[in-house]
T-cell receptor, first 114, second 113 residues
Framework: AQSVTQLGSHVSVSEGALVLLRCNYS??????LFWYVQYPNQGLQLLLK??????LVKGINGFEAEFKKSETSFHLTKPSAHMSDAAEYFC????????????FGTGTSLTVIP | GAGVSQSPSNKVTEKGKDVELRCDPI?????LYWYRQSLGQGLEFLIY????????KSGLPSDRFSAERTGGSVSTLTIQRTQQEDSAVYLC???????????FGPGTRLTVT
């Protein structure tokens, strides 16, 4: 089974600073990769996903993530944090060919300091 | 268009009672997932429905948990004889294809007293 590791359960950045949220997966076969965001008292919303093709994926709200096979990573970045980015972020993977399960990381809570 | 809806949004129940949580997926989505999110935890997979195939129940934590999906659309998650450790937010998601992105409902917050 897959495992997904998100380093840092809590990340704080200053408004305007770079956001970097880390995600590593365990599979030797590149899976499908996703980042979801959960705002307070809301459901999860897809930020971006990687299935095939270009390894740098751009998502909503200025976020992007790069799939690095050699590092089994899919870190999420945003050049300049905004107050509205404060939320919980979840990395998820889905095994190619099965699709039965999504494996979620434990989440990273992002705080943006004014 | 309409997203995934869940009801009730909040449920408080006494220990030992049974509860039913409902999920209405996006119309046409063949895949439906249930997850549990406990305070400070990630999402715990519970069960997965894909079309008319037998559901993947591998994530259900005990035989007190069951789920069904009627007519390939609405799903109900039932928890029998609730325990305090069942308190969590229960999330439902649907997707159009097997490896497609999942669309999540707002969740049902279950509190067992």
């Amino acid at each position: 089974a897959q495992s997904v590791t998100q380093l840092g359960s809590h990340v704080s950045v200053s408004e305007g600073a770079l956001v970097l949220l880390r995600c590593n997966y365990s599979s030797s076969v590149p899976p499908y990769l996703f980042w979801y965001v959960q705002y307070p008292n809301q459901g999860l919303q897809l930020l971006l996903k990687y299935t095939t093709g270009a390894t740098l994926v751009k998502g909503i709200n200025g976020f992007e993530a790069e799939f690095k096979k050699s590092e089994t990573s899919f870190h999420l970045t945003k050049p300049s944090a905004h107050m509205s980015d404060a939320a919980e972020y979840f990395c998820a993977v889905s095994d190619r060919g099965t699709g039965n399960q999504f494996y979620f990381g434990t989440g990273t809570s992002l705080t943006v300091i004014p | 268009g309409a997203g995934v809806s869940q009801s009730p949004s909040n449920k408080v129940t006494e220990k030992g009672k049974d509860v039913e949580l409902r999920c209405d997926p996006i119309s046409g989505h063949t895949a439906l997932y249930w997850y549990r999110q406990s305070l400070g935890q990630g999402l715990e997979f519970l069960i997965y429905f894909q079309g008319n195939s037998a559901p993947d129940k591998s994530g259900l934590p005990s035989d007190r948990f069951s789920a069904e999906r009627t007519g390939g659309s609405v799903s109900t998650l039932t928890i029998q004889r609730t325990q305090q450790e069942d308190s969590a937010v229960y999330l439902c998601a649907s997707s159009l294809e097997r490896e497609g992105e999942q669309y999540f409902g707002p969740g049902t917050r279950l509190t067992v007293t």
